[in-house]
């Protein structure tokens, strides 16, 4: 199959690329490879709203791009946050001709929310399902393009670089297209394009507790590390502080910040209000340090949990706002009327990723990257809430015009079909399933919120074993979706160590104890 343009990730990021570049030249191809259904992706999931800077009477830009550089704690790049946040209101006026919608007060105007780390009301919202929204209204325009192919079910396994091909050098880095897999019959194929974009999502299930749906599986960052793509700042995890507990401890409900925005306030098992001893900001501190003090109380207990009191609050106000956390909340027999939420941190946001520069380019040639699978500098050390669908859109659209203004040359390769003779269809199924729990208990019980160079060293030996099974599983058995999700979840794990290790000084979403100890060296 052939492509002007390959997207693989069919979430936000993915599909205002798409939409953008179909509508503008009608007679290109793009095909939209999505290992699930269509709108099964991160930006379902987002909760809370875009960050946009609507009211000039109480908010500035300045205001926006000081909070994002505090929570970035010194790492964001200055150039970056302006860009995104200065433009910020045109991306939003975008959505709103493709029909998403965002709730309005009485007057009329648009209700604005505030979420940690926010000086000001700014963040736009619809209900408490405002990803679902944006989602829909991307699909649906999408579908109305003829030039747009959607193939769901469809896994990507690798890109296809200089490397697979004998005629081109090993060390000019460019990027041809990728090698998928349809999951319904097992057909492998290639998909060779002009230019393609990755917009795979998070890496949430490396961790097993996230608030990510499973199939957040770092794939995008697992394909560009094995096509030798730059990849930076993989340590500064963040981790959600308000994530629904469950006793199983797999993908958990997020409640989200704007229920702590609204008034909810965070109490232990005790029912002592313990955010204001760790911050003058209370529950509104920025996610690291609500996560880290809640960390904190967990290890002095030795409880599971925290709760999340909202007992207090304008229950018709609540369920307004937050109608699918009052429900989802029921579901589990907590009432919130009368009941505190049982909440614990879980992974929620991977501020690092795939190095791309203003435009979106990263270190291969023809490959581009938006969304949460990338490192713009955005972030630095910890994203400031509800940054996370502006940044998608913003470098969507400046991809788009870059590739807009840039040739569209057809590349003259023969891609060499996928070879998997010699291959056998693995028995041991439940060997990629042992090896998937083992990688999730590494990375959580070694690195998780808090970290030591020990432990850190402890989950790299660890891996090692895990990693040298699955590679060699991997060369003798045929492909399948979970064994390739394991591989790219081990070479994203990896990435996450090294960089931790490499890292000397706490910041943001980074906090190591023998970095303490440095720092209070004389």
């Given amino acids: 199959m052939t492509a002007d343009y390959l997207v693989i990730g069919s979430g936000v990021a993915g599909l205002t690329f798409a939409v953008k570049i179909a509508e503008?030249?009608?007679?290109?191809?793009?095909?939209?490879?999505?290992?699930?259904?269509?709108?099964?992706?991160?930006t379902k999931y987002a909760q809370g709203g875009v960050a946009i800077v609507l009211n000039k009477e109480s908010d500035s830009f300045k205001k926006h791009i000081q909070d994002t550089l505090i929570a970035g704690d010194g790492l964001c790049n200055?150039?970056?946050v302006e860009m995104v946040v200065n433009e910020g209101p045109d991306r939003f006026q975008e959505l709103l001709l493709w029909g998403a919608n965002f709730d309005e007060n009485d007057a009329g105007k648009f209700d604005l929310g505030k979420e940690g780390g926010h000086s000001e009301y700014r963040i736009a919202h619809h209900k408490d399902i405002t990803g679902f929204e944006i989602e829909r209204a991307l699909l649906t325009t999408a579908h109305q393009l003829p030039n747009?192919?959607?193939?769901?079910h469809h896994f990507a396994i690798d890109l296809v670089t200089?490397?697979?091909?004998e005629s081109k050098d090993s060390d000019d880095l460019c990027c041809y297209g990728a090698y998928v897999m349809n999951q319904n019959s097992g057909e492998i194929f290639t998909i060779k394009s002009n230019s393609t974009l990755l917009a795979s999502g998070g890496i949430g299930r490396v961790y097993g507790h996230t608030t990510n749906p499973v199939i957040a599986t770092g794939d995008g960052v697992g394909m560009a590390h094995r096509a030798k793509g730059r990849i930076k700042d993989m340590e500064f995890i963040q981790f959600h502080p308000t994530a629904l507990y469950d006793a199983k401890g797999e993908s958990s409900f997020l409640i989200s910040e704007a229920v702590r925005g609204f008034g909810a306030i965070l109490r232990n098992?005790?029912?002592?209000?313990?955010?204001?001893?760790?911050?003058?900001?209370?529950?509104?501190?920025?996610?690291?340090i609500v996560s880290q003090s809640i960390d904190s109380e967990l290890k002095k207990s030795g409880d599971t949990h925290v709760y999340l009191d909202c007992t207090h609050l304008d229950m018709e106000g609540f369920m307004a706002h937050f109608p699918n956390i009052y429900e989802k909340c029921l579901e589990h027999h907590i009432d919130i009327k009368t009941d505190w939420i049982p909440v614990v941190p879980a992974c929620h946001y991977l501020c690092g990723g795939v190095d791309v520069d203003i435009i979106g380019r990263t270190t291969i040639d023809n490959l581009y990257a938006c969304g949460e699978c990338t490192r713009t500098g955005l972030h630095g050390a910890?994203?400031?809430?509800?940054?996370?669908?502006?940044?998608?859109?913003?470098?969507?659209?400046?991809?788009f015009k870059h590739l807009a203004n840039t040739d569209n040359t057809v590349l003259d390769v023969e891609i060499p079909d996928w070879d998997d003779d010699g291959t056998i269809i693995p028995k041991e199924h439940v060997l990629v399933q042992h090896n998937l729990k083992q990688v999730q208990a590494i990375m959580r019980d070694y690195v998780g919120i808090?970290?030591?160079?020990?432990?850190?060293k402890s989950a790299l030996k660890h891996l090692d074993v895990i990693s040298s099974e699955v590679e060699d599983l991997y060369k003798e058995s045929r492909i399948s979706t979970t064994l390739c999700e394991l591989r790219n979840m081990i070479n994203v794990a990896y990435l996450i160590i090294w960089q931790s290790l490499e890292r000397t000084e706490n910041k943001g979403g980074y906090y190591n104890l023998d970095n303490i100890k440095k720092e209070t060296r004389p």
């Fill in 269 to 288: 098992g005790k029912g002592y209000r313990f955010m204001p001893d760790y911050d003058e900001r209370a529950e509104l501190a920025s996610r690291d």
């Fill in 162 to 165: 200089n490397h697979h091909i």
């Fill in 148 to 152: 747009i192919s959607i193939l769901p």
């Fill in 24 to 42: 503008k030249f009608p007679d290109r191809t793009v095909v939209i490879v999505t290992k699930a259904s269509e709108d099964e992706s991160n």
């Fill in 78 to 80: 200055k150039d970056v």
């Fill in 382 to 399: 910890n994203r400031l809430a509800s940054n996370s669908l502006l940044e998608a859109l913003v470098y969507a659209h400046n991809i």
């Fill in 450 to 456: 808090v970290r030591s160079n020990k432990r850190l």
